[in-house]
């Protein structure tokens, strides 16, 4: 049965997750194709971000468990009897490994109960599609801008989204219902704006209302604030692997 697209509506109010711990190279594996789905994450990582989000949202926190991946010094088995890949995140379902971020939210919520998260609208569908696609053009852009004329050229990749969000009536991209689409962008979006201002004091919505709106609209939503990281890891971590300090 199809569910009918989401309605932004605040989600009810709910405990607040108790996250596990990170499994790391002296860990046990839990018991793989138990019938357990099992997304494997990193707390840090904004394309686990992602499906975290899609799963808080449609509300399966009971139904796909979250196993924590230490990144800086992962167990051998993950690559081993998991995900050959050795990247988070992936998702264990029905005997079998799923990975890449953009195609593991689309499974999500293809295959799970919950708010459906892409619109019936073949139009909105294929503007959805020219976003997703687009999500590797807009990291590398503003990542390349760091050693670069940051504003000026970081300022591009913002500009399409602040022109994105204008094509349809409302705060996200495909207009009053939030989607697929804005959960594949906050988590980088979220960690530039920290970066940026931070190291560059580049304001990314200065002069991009739109942008400014939907970054205020998606911090309304719990499933997505639960997940937000520290801005402190942010900056030291762009810091170390962009600039090498």
């Known amino acids: 049965m199809q569910l009918h697209f989401s309605n932004h509506l605040k989600m009810p109010a709910s405990v607040k997750e108790v996250l596990p711990p990170s499994l790391d190279s002296t860990s046990q594996p839990p018991p793989l194709f138990d019938g357990t789905t099992r997304l494997y994450t990193n ?13 808080n949202y449609k509300g399966l926190q009971d139904k796909i468990k979250l196993v924590p991946i230490d990144l800086a010094n992962r167990p051998t088995w993950y690559k081993e009897k998991v995900y050959p890949e050795n990247k988070v995140p992936s998702l264990e379902h029905d005997n079998k490994i799923i990975g890449e971020s953009l195609d ?3 499974y999500v919520d293809a295959h799970f109960e919950g708010p459906a998260l892409l619109p019936d609208d073949p139009a909105k569908r294929e503007f ?3 976003l997703l696609t687009y999500t590797s053009t807009f990291n590398g852009t503003v990542y390349s801008s ?3 004329d940051t504003a000026k050229e970081a300022g591009v990749a913002f500009d399409y989204l602040e022109s994105a969000l204008q094509k349809f009536e409302g705060p996200f991209f495909l207009g009053q219902q939030v989607s697929l689409v804005d959960f594949a962008y906050i988590p980088f979006v979220e960690r530039l704006q920290i970066f940026l201002q931070e190291v560059y004091k580049y304001d990314i919505t ?4 739109k ?11 719990d499933a997505y604030v639960e997940t937000k990281c520290d801005p402190e890891h942010v900056v030291q971590m762009y810091k170390k692997r962009f600039l090498g300090e």
């Not at 942008?211 to 939503?221: C, D, F, G, Q, R």
């Open 104 to 106: 593991l939210v689309k």
């Open 128 to 130: 959805a599609e020219d």
């Open 206 to 209: 200065s002069g991009r209302p």
């Open 43 to 55: 707390y840090q990582c904004p394309f686990a971000q992602r499906v975290w989000i899609t799963r």
């Open 146 to 148: 760091f050693k670069g």
């Open 211 to 221: 942008l400014a709106t939907w970054i205020e609209e998606l911090n309304k939503i």
